[in-house]
């Protein structure tokens, strides 16, 4: 009778420890999706300066009508390809266009971006004026601190850091050195794993993963953007 207790109970033990020995398995090629979250109530609040009456009179009713038919909260999604130390970002179609009197840089998502982590170089397929340019230059240099502060993202226990764009532009980050590529979605790169969170408080707009997902990286998928040939 205690044989065959201890023959269960063994069996009962082999799933979680298999699970557990998946969960601190090191990544190193799958794919990402991200959310990416705009507070357009306040975006929409920025553009009209209450110092210039003119100004702030002309602006006002477009913030009116804003509050009025559209949701506080934009969400558009992405996915990121990764894997060989390289990873492509490619933006989701949007579900309806992006409210006219708001449709800047910031806030949309039109950029297709490759990262090359080997060779620190950086491929991003802009859309502009309804024409497509491709665009080669060298990884986004991020200042990063990284601090003791932790928090969970789409099942991964992330570490926060600190981090200086442009020497001005400031932006925490939340990475998991479980997925062994220093990238993020967009341009974002530079800690040692993958950049899982990201926010960038000033232009409130944060970017997060919501599904991890391990896969054998696809070559054929990632490639730089093909030059446009109106360039």
């Given at each position: 009778?205690?044989?065959?207790?201890?023959?269960?109970?063994?069996?009962?033990?082999?799933?979680?420890?298999?699970?557990?020995?998946?969960s601190t398995r090191a990544i190193t090629s799958g794919i990402i999706e991200?959310?990416?979250?705009?507070?357009?109530?306040?975006?929409?609040?920025?553009?009209?300066?209450?110092?210039?009456?003119?100004?702030?009179?002309?602006?006002?009713?477009?913030?009116?009508?804003?509050?009025?038919?559209?949701?506080?909260?934009?969400?558009?999604?992405?996915?990121?390809?990764?894997?060989?130390?390289?990873?492509?970002?490619?933006?989701?179609?949007?579900?309806?266009?992006?409210?006219?009197?708001?449709?800047?840089?910031?806030?949309?998502?039109?950029?297709?971006?490759?990262?090359?982590?080997?060779?620190?170089?950086?491929?991003?397929?802009?859309?502009?004026?309804?024409?497509?340019?491709?665009?080669?230059?060298?990884?986004?240099?991020?200042?990063?601190?990284?601090?003791?502060?932790?928090?969970?993202?789409?099942?991964?226990?992330?570490?926060?850091?600190?981090?200086?764009?442009?020497?001005?532009?400031?932006?925490?980050?939340?990475?998991?050195?479980?997925?062994?590529?220093s990238g993020g979605p967009e341009s974002f790169n530079g800690l040692p794993g993958m950049i899982l969170g990201i926010?960038?408080?000033?232009?409130?707009?944060?970017?997060?993963?919501?599904?991890?997902?391990?896969?054998?990286?696809?070559?054929?998928?990632?490639?730089?953007?093909?030059?446009?040939?109106?360039?």
């Amino acid at each position: 009778m205690k044989t065959i207790f201890k023959l269960i109970l063994g069996l009962c033990l082999i799933p979680g420890s298999l699970t557990f020995a998946q969960s601190t398995r090191a990544i190193t090629s799958g794919i990402i999706e991200y959310e990416k979250t705009a507070n357009m109530y306040t975006l929409m609040r920025k553009k009209i300066p209450k110092d210039n009456i003119y100004v702030y009179n002309q602006n006002k009713p477009h913030y009116d009508n804003y509050l009025k038919n559209e949701p506080q909260y934009l969400k558009l999604y992405s996915s990121l390809i990764f894997g060989n130390n390289t990873s492509l970002f490619t933006p989701k179609p949007l579900a309806k266009p992006i409210f006219d009197y708001y449709n800047q840089p910031l806030v949309d998502q039109a950029n297709i971006v490759f990262n090359n982590f080997t060779k620190s170089q950086s491929t991003i397929q802009k859309e502009y004026f309804e024409r497509t340019f491709s665009v080669r230059d060298t990884l986004r240099r991020i200042k990063w601190k990284i601090t003791d502060e932790t928090r969970e993202i789409a099942g991964y226990v992330c570490r926060r850091a600190n981090g200086l764009l442009l020497d001005s532009v400031y932006a925490v980050a939340f990475y998991t050195d479980k997925i062994h590529v220093s990238g993020g979605p967009e341009s974002f790169n530079g800690l040692p794993g993958m950049i899982l969170g990201i926010a960038l408080p000033h232009d409130n707009i944060t970017w997060y993963a919501t599904k991890v997902t391990e896969a054998p990286a696809d070559v054929k998928k990632l490639v730089p953007p093909k030059r446009n040939s109106n360039r």
